[in-house]
């Protein structure tokens, strides 16, 4: 399982651990709904998955050639529940063993808890996760996407 890394913009010093594929997925993802500016290109570059999930916020079905914009039509954007937040999503997957000895969860005042790694604690956390099968690149553009 190939991991991206990074400094966390949540809690300084900390390290963030993406799943590549995840990070990959995401970027493509933002990018697209960023550079949308009407719906009918929001739908052609986006899952039809995620595209239904942003109808589910609209009073009525808005036409191709409608504007969009993510701030405006897209409230999870400012509840800060979207896009997914990987500190967060790091409680579901990182090996307990690595959480309890390099990490901690911290609680956000509107979000849950989240997790940041010791990032002192570099090269010994990246020797965890090869125990636990990961190979761990550290990827400082991919991760700040997610920023």
Not at 20 to 25: I, S, V
Not at 44 to 67: A, G, T, V
Not at 80 to 109: A, C, H, N, T, Y
Request: with cysteine; net charge negative.
């Amino acid at each position: 399982m190939q991991v991206v890394y990074g400094v966390s913009p949540c809690a300084a010093p900390g390290l963030v651990f993406i799943k590549k594929e995840k990070a990959l997925e995401l970027k493509d993802l933002l990018e697209a709904v960023l550079s949308s500016t009407t719906w009918g290109e929001l739908k052609r570059r986006i899952p039809k998955e995620e595209y239904e999930r942003f109808l589910e916020f609209q009073d009525e079905r808005p036409r191709p050639k409608d504007e969009f914009d993510m701030y405006k039509h897209y409230p999870p954007v400012h509840d800060g529940d979207w896009p997914e937040w990987p500190e967060q999503e790091m409680l579901s997957w990182v090996p307990r063993e690595i959480m309890d000895e390099f990490g901690k969860r911290e609680d956000s005042v509107h979000n849950g808890p989240f997790a940041v790694l010791d990032e002192t604690r570099e090269n010994e956390i990246l020797l965890a996760f090869e125990r636990h099968g990961y190979r761990c690149t550290r990827d400082e553009d991919l991760v700040s996407h997610f920023r």
